[in-house]
């Protein structure tokens, strides 16, 4: 957790975990080029697959047998008709929890308040609700500075990149 990444978009300055960023932004990158689970697995990672089918299992409540799957067990063998996508299957993102209404890929803006020091989140910014029972984590733009000061003062190295929080985020990146 110590290398983050940021940049700032829509007014607000968005921190991230760049091991993350960059986990994220190979799968918004893999989504439209994966014509199967191969493709997607070849585009990202295998972590990456695995990742994607614990949070398939967990959705439909079945994560305990996910050392069952990592072992090449069938599934099917605990819980009759249960099929997780074959690297050989056709890919689908309808297949990535989440991903049609919005949620697959992390809320950064979120996802800061589980790991920001304390010290750095009561000075540097709010807590901003957003509708549909969302909220932010919001940081003015012209705290910057600071913000980066008091993150390396702690041990963080952080540099931005705009254009990767971006695409972790599923957004398209605007061409130069």
Do not use: C
């Amino acid at each position: 957790m110590k290398e983050l990444v940021y940049g700032i978009i829509q007014d607000n300055v968005v921190i991230a975990n760049k091991h993350q960023a960059i986990q994220y932004a190979s799968i918004s990158d893999a989504i439209p080029r994966s014509k199967n689970w191969a493709d997607f697995i070849r585009l990202t990672s295998q972590e990456t697959y695995e990742e994607v089918v614990f949070r398939i299992l967990e959705v439909l409540e079945f994560e305990q047998l996910f050392p069952h799957f990592l072992m090449g067990e069938s599934l099917s063998n605990y819980v009759p008709g249960l099929e997780l996508p074959l690297p050989e299957d056709e890919f689908s993102v309808e297949l990535l929890p989440g991903f049609e209404e919005g949620e697959f890929f992390p809320r950064f803006e979120e996802e800061i308040l589980s790991w920001l020091p304390e010290e750095i989140f009561q000075e540097m910014g709010k807590v901003e609700e957003l509708e549909n029972d969302a909220f932010r984590y919001r940081i003015l733009p012209e705290s910057i500075q600071l913000v980066i000061q008091s993150l390396e003062s702690l041990g963080f190295s952080i540099e931005e990149d705009a254009p990767l929080i971006l695409k972790a985020q599923g957004h398209e990146v605007p061409s130069a």
